[in-house]
């Protein structure tokens, strides 16, 4: 009986120790699960608060672009009218030159408004 005692025992033994490695084993692979899966979570967590980020440097943008564009419009009224404006005073002059029997030279007006009259654009 002494020795089946013993046998038993290395098999008790044998056992625990088995027992233990599995244990080992399955806490480590748990650990790094927990671990991929705390990372997923944050990294969840994260993207909106990036999204909202790169959101707001949008709308940002947009407004500034949309207001430099308004700027831009305003600015190009105003030079729209002063050509027409110029346009106006110099067709007045020229009638009046052209009613004195004064022709203007040809260096006397751009090429591009010589284009401009002659193909209208």
Sequence with gaps: MNILTG???????VGIIL??????????SAAVATAQ??????????????????LAILEASVRRVDEENKQIRT???GVRALVRAYSWTV????????T???????????????EHIRTGA
């Design 7 to 13: 046998i038993v025992g290395a098999f008790g033994t």
């Design 19 to 28: 027992g233990a490695l599995f244990a080992a084993r399955a806490t480590k």
């Design 37 to 54: 899966a705390t990372q997923a979570a944050a990294h969840a967590a994260a993207e909106p608060a990036a999204r909202q980020a790169s």
């Design 75 to 77: 600015e190009l009224v």
């Design 91 to 98: 067709d007045r002059l020229i009638r009046r030159m052209q």
């Design 100 to 114: 004195s029997g004064i022709e203007p030279a040809t260096d006397d007006i751009h090429e591009l408004v010589r």
